[in-house]
Antibody, heavy 119, light 108 residues
Framework: EVQVLESGGGLVQPGGSLRLSCAASGFTFSSYAMSWVRQAPGKGLEWVSAITGSGGSTFYADSVKGRFTISRDSSKNTLYLQMNSLRAEDTAVYYC????????????WGQGTLVTVSS | EIVMTQSPATLSVSPGERTTLSCRASQSVSSNLAWYQQKPGQAPRLLIYGASTRATGIPARFSGSGSGTEFTLTISSLQSEDFAVYYCQQYNNWPPSTFGPGTKVDIK
């Protein structure tokens, strides 16, 4: 059974940093691209970042480019999102998602982890 | 960036009724369009990909159609568990991949 489980969310002050993790199981992790998608309270879905199965290519939304870094460790079957220079508008539930091979739609989603940026 | 719009924003439907949700792209996305369902407090779930292919385990009452810029999601006979928010997503021209604002289907 495919599972992805996020962790690392919490309360952080503006300008601070946080690293999210996503533990994956039930599939060959290195064969699939992975994405992060966020959802601000009461709002819709916003794609944040994606990484290819090999980790060789990464992609970012303009809203986080230069502040967030996506990475993966295939030895640990874990996806990461390093978030720096956090702003109030980054407050959201962050979902980790497995992407379909060769296409960037999300086939399996985790339950999400809440990041709150506030002083 | 491709902008996705969805209509209506809210749809009030009685159980057993047929309902159609619309999604429009600001430019052609071919058939690279997915639909997701999200219930309160839950993660989104993939329903449809490739504009018309049901994902694994999705009941046959859900169907998708369209290509280019106009897409629809049809639920043939609404069940109680189908009351949720539905999002479309284009994955043709990316990054970024973009989502529509969602359509909330609630009980009439």
């Amino acid at each position: 059974e495919v599972q992805v489980l996020e962790s690392g969310g919490g309360l952080v002050q503006p300008g601070g940093s946080l690293r999210l993790s996503c533990a994956a199981s039930g599939f060959t992790f290195s064969s699939y691209a992975m994405s992060w998608v966020r959802q601000a309270p009461g709002k819709g879905l916003e794609w944040v970042s994606a990484i290819t199965g090999s980790g060789g290519s990464t992609f970012y939304a303009d809203s986080v480019k230069g502040r967030f870094t996506i990475s993966r460790d295939s030895s640990k079957n874990t996806l990461y999102l390093q978030m720096n220079s956090l702003r109030a508008e980054d407050t959201a539930v962050y979902y980790c998602a497995k992407c379909h091979t060769g296409s960037y739609y999300m086939t399996y989603w985790g339950q999400g982890t809440l990041v709150t940026v506030s002083s | 960036e491709i902008v996705m719009t969805q209509s209506p924003a809210t749809l009030s439907v009685s159980p057993g009724e047929r309902t159609t949700l619309s999604c429009r792209a600001s430019q052609s996305v071919s058939s690279n369009l997915a639909w997701y369902q999200q219930k309160p407090g839950q993660a989104p779930r993939l329903l449809i990909y490739g504009a018309s292919t049901r994902a694994t385990g999705i009941p046959a009452r859900f169907s998708g159609s369209g290509s280019g810029t106009e897409f629809t999601l049809t639920i043939s006979s609404l069940q109680s568990e189908d009351f949720a928010v539905y999002y479309c997503q284009q994955y043709n021209n990316w990054p970024p991949s973009t989502f529509g604002p969602g359509t909330k289907v609630d009980i009439k």
